[in-house]
């Protein structure tokens, strides 16, 4: 078992251990993680659709929204043949085939449903009604069938997961361990946000204590394996917690279950000071504090999802990252306090930046029209990255794909003069005690004197200074401070 020396008091021995698509993304895959999770004593496995084929049921559902059928088929073979050319190489039970065959046949019954829900919908749309009331009532009417598509898209989406926890819990029995396969739905509850469904806390923890403490308490050595990303309602309907949601499944069962470790694995070896891929002389992190990683992972790093860290920092439990395919190196741990403290710990990079500028004179000695401007992207749940302001003006940062939604922008233009700028890149140097470390800015802005600094965001927090380059100059900029503050 991997060890860690931050937390000394034990209280259940639970480890809860998340394996990411890329460690499941074929039999041989399946077989390591599988591995990796009876040799770390895991208590809980969570695990991610196989390698792709989350892209693939979202590009289903595309198809269906635009009515191409032939694409819907070509995607559905495609997920077919995958999953029965791993079950083929697993050579999993009688049982679990049919099994595997139920869920990818529904598989192809929601994804034709949703097809002809989309159908119907579209259809409704183009048609014309005479009287206020048949307007009202057909308004009504749509409204029910854009339901029914949400509830068919996240009962679609998650059908990934459903298959690849079938696969490797058929393969921890098959090979002399075991291992009992829980319907997610069962412990994470959620509300009806779908597709970006928020859990609901105040009940999970009882429902793990209903569904999972029996089972790994009651036979030692015994696994829970269970999909990440997917929820349910207190109405029993299928919702998913958003692209990236497996890592915080894991951590709200961890919490949940008060456990001891959380176990992240995928496919590289922990955290780096910055993405090796750009600048080749990152260094490993051995070990990092709960608040840095959580900007790191807000601020651009993908091997977490930003929300992940939330519930285990609740509870104070130790976070593990590490690789399945080379688990012999080792990884990186995540505690709510470490030994070493630098300046500047790691750097990101978040590509497809726009800076929104929104200026009026409503702003000059007046109180709560901060208020109005957050209260809009609140409204239309956009998360703003990062934000300055002046006597009349507010500057925000945004994904690019924020300004398709046209409604937010309107609203925005109602009210002041807004200007957009778009195809920018957002660099984060995170560490520590930054907004009280005198010299940070001279040293960075001599680094980058060669690279103009757009917008400048400092103060906030003491763990990050960000600020905003031309897309397109973000990966010298890294490499130039990574030499200036890393080496």
Not at 305 to 324: D, M, N, Q, R, Y
Not at 418 to 425: F, K, M, R
Request: aromatic share 6%; proline share 2%.
């Amino acid at each position: 078992m991997l060890s860690h020396s931050k937390k000394t008091e034990k209280v259940n021995n639970i480890i809860v251990s998340k394996f990411g698509g890329s460690s499941m993304a074929d039999a041989n895959a399946i077989r390591r993680s599988a591995d990796i999770a009876v040799k770390q004593g895991s208590s809980v496995v969570v695990v991610s659709a196989t390698y792709g084929t989350t892209n693939r049921l979202v590009e289903i559902t595309e198809a269906a929204d635009s009515g191409n059928r032939k694409r819907i088929v070509e995607l559905l073979a495609e997920v077919r043949a995958s999953h029965c050319a791993i079950a083929d190489d697993l050579a999993i039970s009688k049982s679990s085939l049919n099994e595997l065959h139920e869920l990818l046949d529904t598989t192809e019954t929601v994804a034709y449903n949703l097809e002809e829900t989309a159908r119907r919908f579209r259809d409704d749309e183009m048609s014309g009604f005479e009287t206020d009331q048949s307007k009202t009532d057909q308004a009504e009417a749509n409204n029910n069938l854009f339901l029914i598509i949400q509830r068919l898209r996240d009962r679609l989406f998650g059908m990934g997961e459903r298959m690849s926890s079938l696969l490797i819990t058929d393969h921890l029995n098959h090979t002399g361990h075991s291992a009992t396969c829980l319907d997610a739905g069962k412990v994470i509850r959620t509300d009806d946000r779908y597709t970006h469904a928020v859990p609901q806390f105040d009940t999970i923890e009882e429902l793990c204590e209903l569904h999972i403490h029996p089972v790994i308490d009651g036979k030692q050595g015994h696994i829970v394996v269970t999909q990440g990303f997917v929820g349910k309602t207190s109405e029993g309907y299928d919702t998913t917690l958003g692209r990236g949601g497996s890592d915080y499944s894991a951590a709200i069962l961890a919490w949940g279950l008060d456990a001891d470790i959380l176990q992240i694995w995928t496919d590289v070896s922990g955290m780096s000071t910055t993405d090796p891929r750009i600048v080749p002389d990152a260094q490993p992190i051995s070990e990092i504090s709960f608040q840095e990683a959580a900007e790191l992972a807000t601020f651009g790093a993908k091997i977490l999802h930003p929300s992940t860290l939330i519930p285990a920092i609740w509870k104070e439990i130790p976070v593990f990252v590490g690789s399945s395919i080379r688990p012999e190196n080792g990884g990186t741990w995540i505690y709510r306090e470490v030994g070493k403290a630098p300046l500047v710990r790691a750097l990101a990079i978040r590509r497809n930046q726009a800076l929104l500028t929104l200026t009026t004179t409503q702003m000059l000695n007046t109180y709560g029209f901060l208020y109005r401007i957050f209260r809009v992207f609140n409204d239309h749940r956009v998360s703003v990255d990062s934000i300055t302001t002046s006597e009349i003006s507010v500057a925000m940062t945004v994904d690019d794909k924020t300004l398709r939604d046209r409604a937010l922008i309107s609203d925005l233009e109602d009210l002041g003069q807004l200007n957009i700028e778009e195809s920018y890149e957002l660099i984060s140097l995170i560490g520590n005690n930054i907004n009280h470390t005198a010299g940070l800015a001279q040293k960075v802005f001599t680094a980058l004197s060669d690279i103009n600094v757009r917008m400048i965001c400092q103060g906030a927090s003491r763990h990050n200074f960000c600020f905003l380059v031309d897309e397109g100059r973000g990966e010298q900029a890294l490499r130039k401070l990574h030499t200036e503050f890393i080496g």
